[in-house]
């Protein structure tokens, strides 16, 4: 079992930037494939971002292409996303999961078993 903490949200203006870490427990976090979903008032949870357990394969997106960076180490049971050129659209409360898949892909909430609590990012105009 992964207990996950999500930390690093809070309010930026348009085109800021903020990095969100996702602190797991256990030992095995490394054997787990991670992700990370957004879901904003009124809309379902959608899918941002994952990393396969080693940090070689990489998926996002189409929104968040080319200004968020996902990450992991796995050493200290942590991972990570870059967030740049933030826009209103991005205001949500961000999620991390994981999942005890090879490669994650872009899957849908309901193919992860662990899930955060959440933090919230507000994007000003």
């Not at 030992?27 to 080693?54: C, D, H, L, N």
């Amino acid at each position: 079992q992964v207990q996950l903490v999500e930390s690093g949200g809070g309010l930026v203006q348009a085109g800021g930037s903020l990095r969100l870490s996702c602190a797991a427990s256990g030992r095995t976090f490394s054997t787990y494939s991670m992700g990370w979903f957004r879901q904003a008032p009124g809309k379902e949870r959608e899918f941002v971002a994952s990393i396969s357990w080693s940090g070689s394969s990489t998926y996002y997106t189409d929104s968040v292409k080319g200004r968020f960076t996902i990450s992991r180490d796995n050493a200290k049971n942590t991972m990570y996303l870059n967030m740049s050129s933030l826009k209103p659209e991005d205001t949500a409360v961000y999620y991390c999961a994981a999942a005890h898949i090879i490669q994650p892909g872009v899957r849908p909430p309901d193919e992860y078993d662990y899930w955060g609590q959440g933090t919230q990012v507000t994007v000003s105009s």
